[in-house]
């Protein structure tokens, strides 16, 4: 069983920055053994859970949506068996709750019925 804890979110004004992260509470299960995208998700009030960033995690690719191509990077750190998203350059429309993600077999990076294992969700909130 993978286990994903995101510490928290936070509050940033349009064009700054944050960094989130989610980090496997199982090394043994570390989602790169075991699973092959991990990925961060954003869910808006009353809205679809949409993907945002992920990451290949036998290859290294990264995939991201549209909306925030050039603004936001996701990457990994093995040694500390975490998972990043950091968003730069902040939007008001960028506020939401987001969530990590890991599937074992994810056939499109971005579709949340693929993914198995889920965090707990983190609160970011852009003000204008």
């Known amino acids: 069983q993978v286990q994903l804890v995101e510490p928290g979110g936070g509050s940033a004004q349009a064009g700054g920055s944050l960094r989130l992260s989610c980090t496997a509470s199982?090394?043994?299960?570390?989602?790169?053994?075991?699973?092959?995208?991990l990925t961060w998700f954003l869910q808006g009030p009353g809205k679809e859970r949409e993907g945002v960033a992920g990451?290949?995690?036998?290859?290294?690719?990264?995939l991201d949506a549209d909306s925030v191509r050039g603004r936001f990077t996701v990457s990994q750190e093995n040694a500390k068996n975490t998972l990043y998203l950091q968003m730069n350059n902040l939007k008001p429309e960028d506020t939401a709750m987001y969530y990590c993600?890991?599937?074992?077999?994810?056939?499109?990076?971005?579709?949340?019925?693929?993914?198995?294992?889920w965090g707990q969700g983190a609160q970011v909130t852009v003000s204008s």
């Open positions: 993600a890991a599937g074992r077999s994810v056939g499109i990076w971005s579709r949340k019925n693929d993914y198995q294992y």
């Open positions: 990451l290949a995690t036998r290859t290294g690719s990264a």
């Open positions: 199982c090394y043994s299960h570390m989602p790169y053994i075991t699973t092959n995208w």
